[in-house]
């Protein structure tokens, strides 16, 4: 999911420093992370956002310049992979005594390829998607597939600006628990 | 949805809801915060290393416009160092004084040779070779010299003469 700027120009100027730069490079890559990171924590949005915020400390670090894209993107799937596990090592600090009782190790979990965490959260989307009622469907394909603003969802159902908003948030609300539950219930493994 | 980037975009906010509302925020500035101090030590230490090189260099043309001229001629019986001194040993030429710079000494002849004889008086002083007078002996020695002897506490008297030259002669006596 490149931007706009070429991939070598952008991670040159990332390595150079360049603060534009990574404002492009967070405009392009900081959801996509966080939802790689969400699907290999199974759902755990506290430990995602946690490797997230180390990740990107390491992408400051050490980026490089990269020709090709896919390198990169793996580049950063690595960086994420680590943080977490950084992460989790940490958190598994202060609950040792709990494993020292238990002798049951966390299984590390098994890492999506770059390609493979994306595609599987837009399956499940799909999936949450068409599970939801039709009006809440019927809403979210008005805003997000047909880019109808607001006012004219509001207009259309005959009712205010804020009561359609309103409802966006919870549908969106109620979508997002759908998706986390299930990567919980599909990777139970996966590091808390 | 068929579109991938509008199941993005719907993911995203999905997302994004219920989530810390200035996560992505404050992460952005702590990251451009983070990027500006590496650039920042990025170009300190550039600066410090073209610092660095022009005082080696500074030092290095010191050294070499420092260095005293070398003369064309060195003066005859003295050490001349070679101009450029190569690393590691130092070539040192030297050659003999001319005879006309040199100081000699020859033995003198006997009839030049001269001794001094010095008048020398022994004077050999004796321990015990005196004895204290008494009065009378000593008014006897002032005969002819009028003199009177006071005596100016139980131990000591004093001799007054009448004429001061009576008592220059007894002394010099």
């Known amino acids: 999911m490149p931007g706009a700027v070429p ?11 360049d603060e534009a730069a990574f404002r492009e490079f967070y405009a392009a890559y900081f959801d996509r992370l966080l939802r790689y ?10 430990a995602a956002r946690e490797a997230l915020q180390l990740a990107l400390v390491r992408v400051v670090r050490h980026v490089k310049p990269f020709v090709a894209e ?21 958190r598994r600090r202060y609950f040792a005594f709990l494993e020292r009782f ?3 190790p966390a299984p ?49 159902q005959q009712t205010t600006e804020k009561a359609v908003e309103s409802k966006l948030s919870r549908v969106r609300r109620k979508l997002k628990d759908a998706l986390l539950g299930e990567l919980k219930r599909t990777q139970p493994e996966a590091r808390s | 949805m068929s579109h991938k980037t509008d199941q993005d975009q ?3 906010e999905v997302l994004a809801e219920a989530s810390p509302a200035d996560f992505r925020a404050a992460l952005l500035a702590a990251t451009l915060r983070q990027a500006r101090r590496r650039r920042q030590f990025r170009v300190a230490r550039q600066v410090v290393g073209v610092l660095a090189v022009l005082g080696l260099l500074a030092v290095f043309l010191g050294h070499q416009f420092s260095r005293p001229p070398v003369a064309p001629s060195t003066p005859a019986g003295t050490i001349a160092k070679s101009a450029r001194p190569q690393a590691g040993y130092e070539l040192v030429r030297t050659r003999p004084l001319p005879a006309a710079a040199l100081v000699g000494t020859r033995k003198l002849s006997v009839p030049s040779r001269g001794w001094s004889l010095a008048p020398v008086t022994e004077v050999v002083t004796t321990r015990g070779g005196y004895r204290l007078l008494n009065d009378n002996e000593l008014l006897a020695m002032l005969v002819g010299k009028p003199a009177v002897l006071i005596r100016t506490s139980p131990q000591t008297e004093e001799l007054v003469f009448a004429n001061a030259e009576d008592q220059k002669l007894l002394l010099k006596n």
Do not use: C
Request: glycine share 4%; hydrophobic share 45%.
């Open chain 1, 7 to 17: 991939i070598e120009v952008l991670t040159a100027a990332m390595a150079q420093g």
């Open chain 1, 37 to 46: 990171l969400l699907v290999v924590t199974g759902g755990n949005e506290e």
């Open chain 1, 70 to 90: 896919d390198k990169f993107w793996s580049w950063l799937t690595v960086l994420a992979r680590s943080a977490l596990a950084d992460e989790s090592r940490k």
């Open chain 1, 102 to 104: 238990t002798r049951q």
């Open chain 1, 108 to 156: 590390e979990p098994a890492a999506p390829s770059p390609g493979e965490a994306d595609d599987q959260l837009h399956a499940l989307l799909a999936a949450k998607l068409s599970a939801l009622p039709a009006d809440e469907r019927l809403l979210l394909e008005q805003k997000y597939l047909l880019h109808q603003s607001v006012r004219t969802i509001a207009d259309r």
């Open chain 2, 10 to 12: 719907l993911l995203a």
